[in-house]
């Protein structure tokens, strides 16, 4: 980890965006339904899955959106850079350097046309997790911001791991614990 988290908040965003572009293109219905059974709220595949991916960075970067305005910051870079010869070679090289047996993907339109995707897709990200931030109020109010983040770690658990027998009954009285905690004067 680096002093000002960079690295790794960038790695983690790249992880991200990999991620939920596979999930994207998976076979299935068009719209997939975020609600609940008895209220349910139908979104594109894209949305519900650029959703819940912010929502994991939110998480990840504990909701600070200080954090993840530098990280788009650097996503936008990484974006325009891609459009200069050079990046390519360069990142040809470290590739290379590095034992990637597949490092000459990178000098392919294609490949070129996958990597421009993933940061375009960590740049959405970004934006999905800071309108979260800003319009939970938790983006300058530090009580607002731990009852956002710890309704948004419920919601992941639920979300990626509710099927699991108990997991959602235990994340529930987590989130309610976590809740009394942060209302004691």
Known sequence: MTADNTFDD???LWSLACNCLLYEADPGPANINIGSPAERMM??????????????????????????????????????DSH????WQRIYEERRRSGDSTA???LTDKGQREIREVWECAIALCEQATQMIRESGAADDEQARQRFLAGIKHQ?????????????????????????ELDQP
């Open 10 to 12: 960038s790695a983690l």
């Open 43 to 80: 979104v594109s595949r894209q949305q519900a899955w650029r959703e819940l991916y912010g929502r994991l960075l939110i998480e990840r970067v504990d909701a600070d959106a200080t954090r993840i305005d530098a990280i788009e910051r650097d996503c936008r870079a990484e974006l325009a």
């Open 84 to 87: 200069r010869p050079e990046h």
């Open 104 to 106: 000459g993907e990178v």
């Open 156 to 180: 992941n658990t639920v979300d990626v791991l509710g099927a699991i027998p108990g997991v959602t009954e235990n994340s529930a009285e987590e989130l309610t614990r976590r809740l009394k």
